[in-house]
């Protein structure tokens, strides 16, 4: 599995191409199967329909937790840091993970989970929730992990689309000096959930809740009335392992599924060879379980390599901005794997929170999530990695499942700003608006990759139709990704970001759509539009053009304020606006479609040229909007 040097990069990059179900098979031989599979890869980008591993059985815990109890059994699995540093860390080996994992199983399959159900689990960032995770995967059951930071609206939408019938939460959360109610939320979201049968707390925060008889039960008590004997399911390899409920252009988020061989095969391959984890290692992923990246790089990726995982409750800023670092000095962090929006912002806080912890340990950096700009990266580079730890640029999406595009850690040589090269079985391409492939070096385009790798996205779920019409329509043959790209003169390829109505705002995948749907439905507003602006720290913020029906005039600011209690309401806190500017009208084409390239250049305060407005129904808006342009100067 393990690659070395550059030449043995380029030796497995070619054969991956030459010979992708050699390759990939060849890797997979590293996993334990229960039964081996008959055929590598199948595939149909039209339908989609691909299929790796085709009648290999496995059950992913007995390769993450199980397979490790032998030689690794002592040795932590997940070292959990609490929000308050003053609290004692937590430090689960293997054979305790392992323990906590078959006895929540037990608890699951008590509270009547059987294979192929799905589980809503929505708790703060505690040992438990990756238990809860890690069980459902053991019983079969399909998780959906709802994001601790979502609204119980959006709770409610997932777990009726995936119609879950239970849910996995806890009393509430700790963020910073917040206490945060989880167990309310999802209170208020069952109003509208009749699937949901069952409901299992966590006493965490210990913050007062209700308890429905025959509906809710306690965690802790379900857990002493099961034994720690719990076999592992038998999965397919195409089997559902769980569905991830991420933003796109249009409509309600979409539940990416994955399923269990391939994801696993993926993301073991990569968080090895991407951040050459050796024996021993701390890593530290800083994203939250309720992301791509936390599921991939806290959980399934660093427990099938037998890693140390460390999981941190808080946040960077609390009870310093020093808090990342005093982490990795007092847990001697290895690899710290985060985000462009959390160096941006620790950055403005200015070096003094650096100073006085150690960061010796430190041997990879990692970045993830949105293009990060120079000036952090160097920043990084110089006052966390002191310039002897490379940074890992790591490009992907919910939909890959795991890291596409990106250097491999000390090997491949970086620039900063650029993922650089693509992973073994990733065969990026950019094409142009028609669809033309781009050939050579020094060009730019849109990102698609024109062939499987083991962890693509198998559908959206409950609605095949849209996974088509999302990712394989566009460009017919090959999965389009939504990203902008450039491939520079030496072949390095540099993410630009997303040419569709997705913003990304801290790291965090938001539809303009779906922001515009939730300030629709305040009470006396007419339409809005939203578009993404550069912002300092978050790298996107949110502006909202918004028409109301009457003049909000002297009430504007309690307007404003009511419209991001309605954004909190529906969507969560995450969605809210940063800049709401009230209009008479929208530019918009004769035939209704709103014109978003204008109102992006009026939010980017970049009006000087606005392109040709002349199809505009009514050109007289763009002047309004531009004088009450809300632009910082
Ligand atoms: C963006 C997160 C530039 C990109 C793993 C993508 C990046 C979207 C990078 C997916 C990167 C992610 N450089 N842009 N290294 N990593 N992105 O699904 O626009 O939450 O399409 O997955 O984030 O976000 P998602």
């Known amino acids: 599995m393990r690659i070395r040097t550059f030449e043995e990069y380029q030796q497995a990059y070619a054969y991956s191409v030459e010979d992708p179900e050699g390759f990939w098979g060849e890797i997979a031989q590293n996993f334990q199967w229960r039964k081996p599979w008959t055929k590598t890869l199948q595939w149909h980008f039209d339908e989609p329909n691909v299929q790796w591993y085709i009648g290999g059985k496995l059950n992913i815990t007995e390769n993450c937790l199980d397979r490790h109890l032998a030689d690794k059994g002592d040795q932590p699995a997940i070292i959990w840091e609490p929000n308050d540093p003053s609290e004692p860390a937590v430090t689960l080996t293997y054979k305790m993970l392992h323990d906590q994992v078959c006895r929540f199983a037990n608890v699951l399959k008590r509270n009547g989970v059987v294979k192929g159900d799905r589980v809503c689990i929505y708790m703060p960032m505690v040992p438990e929730l990756a238990v809860a995770v890690l069980a459902c995967a053991r019983v079969g059951a399909v998780h959906s992990v709802v994001f601790g930071g979502f609204s119980a609206q959006s709770i409610a939408d997932r777990i009726n689309d995936a119609q ?43 913050t007062g809740v209700s308890m429905i008889k025959g509906r809710d039960v306690w965690w802790e008590t379900e857990m002493k009335q099961v034994t720690a004997d719990c076999p592992a399911e038998e999965m397919d390899a195409e089997d559902m392992l769980f569905i991830l409920y991420t933003s796109g252009s249009t409509g309600k988020p979409k539940g990416v599924v994955h399923t269990c061989g391939g994801y696993m095969v993926y993301t073991a391959y990569t968080f090895l060879n991407v951040f050459q984890y050796e024996p021993g290692y701390v890593h530290f992923c800083t994203a939250d379980i309720g992301w791509i990246t936390g599921h991939s790089y806290i959980v399934y990726g660093p427990l099938a390599n037998g890693a140390t995982s460390l999981m941190f409750e808080g946040i960077p800023t609390w009870p310093d901005a020093g808090r990342f670092w005093d982490i990795v000095d007092k847990h001697k962090v290895d690899i710290l794997y985060t985000a462009p929006t959390a160096i941006r912002s620790l950055m403005g806080f200015g070096l003094d929170y650096v100073k006085g912890h150690d960061l010796s340990s430190l041997k990879v950096l990692g970045s993830v999530g949105e293009p990060i700009n120079a000036e952090a990266w160097h920043w990084y580079d110089d006052n966390i990695g002191k310039n002897r730890c490379p940074i890992v640029d790591t490009w992907w999406q919910t939909e890959n499942g795991g890291i596409l595009i990106s250097p491999l850690a000390g090997i491949t040589k970086t620039k900063p700003t650029y993922a650089t090269l693509p992973l073994p079985g990733v065969q990026p391409v950019l094409v142009d608006e028609n669809g033309a492939v781009i050939e050579g070096n020094g060009v730019s385009g849109n990102l698609c990759i024109k062939f499987p790798w083991p962890s693509i996205i198998r559908t959206t779920y409950g609605d095949h139709e849209r996974c088509r019409q999302t990712y394989f329509s566009t460009y017919p043959g090959m999965y389009f990704t939504g990203d902008g790209c450039l491939r520079d003169e030496d072949g390095y390829y540099r993410i630009t970001g997303r040419v569709d109505d997705v913003l990304n705002v801290s790291g965090h995948r938001i539809g303009t759509a779906e922001v515009e749907n939730a300030i629709n439905m305040h009470t006396g507003v007419v339409e809005s539009a939203v578009v993404g602006y550069p912002h300092d720290i978050k790298g996107q913020g949110i502006y909202a053009y918004v028409i109301t029906e009457s003049d909000p005039a002297h009430e504007a600011d309690l307007m404003r304020r009511d419209i991001l209690a309605t954004v909190s309401r529906i969507i969560g806190p995450i969605a809210k606006p940063d800049k709401i500017q009230f209009v008479n009208g929208l530019p918009k084409t004769r035939s209704g479609k709103i014109m978003r390239r204008i109102l992006r250049k009026i939010a980017e305060g970049d009006t000087s040229n606005l392109g040709d407005t002349s199809t505009l129904l009514d050109p007289g808006v763009v002047e309004d909007i531009k004088a009450g342009a809300l632009v910082d100067v």
């Open 164 to 206: 879950c019938n239970v849910v996995v939460t806890s009393d509430g959360a700790m963020r910073g000096n917040k206490s945060i109610p989880m167990k309310d939320t999802v209170d208020d979201a069952l109003i509208g959930c009749p699937s949901v049968k069952r409901v299992i707390v966590l006493t965490h925060t210990r």
